[in-house]
């Protein structure tokens, strides 16, 4: 997501503007040409940090530090989020009852964890056919997880494959 950068000092084109001096204190609707000269005095930048007001918010400040202090808010922001990942489990149709029971277990793990199972059956060549068995592998599977969970989207066939996904309750 591009971030819109802030106007600084000569970029600034509106006549007048809401200042902000460097020490926090609102001064007051003033020309443009006043707040940069005030701003060079201070040996700051006049920064714009509300655009779509009008008229604009504009702040006397270091812009380095503003950069960097923007950057760092984004970033913490990001790690507070809590990001939960879609994790994908395929079959095979021909798949034996230990192999059904340690993808289950792996599940349960993802689902302990709440993330998101896509749980996918697989047709191969002409096995499509039998969309029966396919069902069958579907419950086999859903049944052998002790993880609490909750059926999202019921089996659904797409192409050549059956997918349903589960949640953790």
Do not use: W
Not at 100 to 113: G, N
């Amino acid at each position: 997501m591009p971030q819109q950068r802030a106007r600084i000092n000569h970029q600034i084109r509106v006549p007048q503007v809401l200042l902000i001096d460097e020490n926090g204190i609102r001064v007051g609707v003033i020309p443009t040409s006043e707040a940069l000269r005030r701003a060079f005095s201070a040996e700051l930048d006049l920064v714009e940090v509300a655009a779509n007001l009008r008229p604009p918010v504009c702040k006397i400040m270091d812009f380095g530090k503003y950069q960097y202090e923007q950057a760092k808010s984004l970033s913490s922001q990001r790690k507070s989020q809590k990001s939960r990942e879609e994790k994908e489990m395929r079959l095979g149709l021909k798949i034996n009852n230990h192999d059904l029971q340690t993808k289950a277990k792996r599940v349960d793990l993802f689902i302990s964890k709440g993330h998101k199972v896509q749980v996918t059956v697989v047709f191969r060549g002409r096995e499509i056919a039998h969309k029966e068995l396919g069902h069958e592998v579907m419950e086999r599977f859903l049944r052998a997880l002790t993880s609490p969970y909750r059926t999202d989207k019921s089996p659904l066939l797409q192409g050549k494959r059956l997918i349903t996904i589960i949640t953790p309750q």
